[in-house]
C-alpha cells in the first residue's frame, strides 16, 4: 500500500474510534438520567436509588421501563377510581374517561377487565365504540 493509503486508513480509523467513543458517552449518559443515579462508574457497583415517595397518588403506570409491573395497590386505586367515575358518568367510552382521568387505555385495560368480571362495571358496544356503566354489584 501506498502512503496516502495507510494515512487515510489511520485517519478512518481514529474517527471511527472517536465516533464509537462519542456514542458510548452519549449512552451511558441517557441511561444514567433515566435511572436517575451514576450507575457502574463506582468501582462496579450500583448505585440505589430510592423511589420518591412524595405522598402524591400516582394514576396510571408509573415510568420504570418497558414491562414494569404495577402493584396491587396502584391497580386497585385505579379500579376504585374508574368504577367511581363511571358510577357517576355512566355511558362514556373510553377516550372520554381517560381525558377526564389522566389516563391511558393501555393503563385501563386490566383493571376494565377486572370489574367487568366482577360485575363492578359492565360494558356495550364493540372496541372503540364501547360504552362503561355502572354493574349489578356497583356499590
Known amino acids: 500500500m501506498s502512503d496516502f493509503q495507510n494515512d487515510m486508513n489511520h485517519a478512518v480509523q481514529a474517527f471511527v ?20 443515579g451514576r450507575a457502574g462508574r463506582a468501582g462496579g457497583t450500583r448505585a440505589a436509588v430510592a423511589p420518591a415517595n412524595d405522598g402524591a397518588v400516582h394514576v396510571g403506570r408509573r415510568r420504570g421501563g418497558r414491562g414494569a409491573k404495577r402493584t396491587a395497590e396502584d391497580l386497585e386505586a385505579l379500579s376504585g377510581k374508574f368504577a367511581t367515575f363511571v358510577k357517576a358518568n355512566p355511558g362514556l367510552r373510553i377516550e372520554q374517561i ?8 393501555k393503563d385501563l385495560a386490566l383493571p376494565i377487565r377486572k370489574l367487568i368480571a366482577d360485575r363492578m362495571i359492565s360494558a356495550k358496544g364493540q372496541k372503540r365504540s364501547t360504552m362503561y356503566f355502572p354493574g349489578r354489584k356497583a356499590k
Open 17 to 36: 474510534a472517536q465516533i464509537t467513543e462519542l456514542a458510548r458517552r452519549a449512552a451511558v449518559d441517557t441511561l444514567e438520567s433515566a435511572f436517575g
Open 98 to 105: 381517560n381525558k377526564e382521568l389522566g389516563t391511558t387505555t
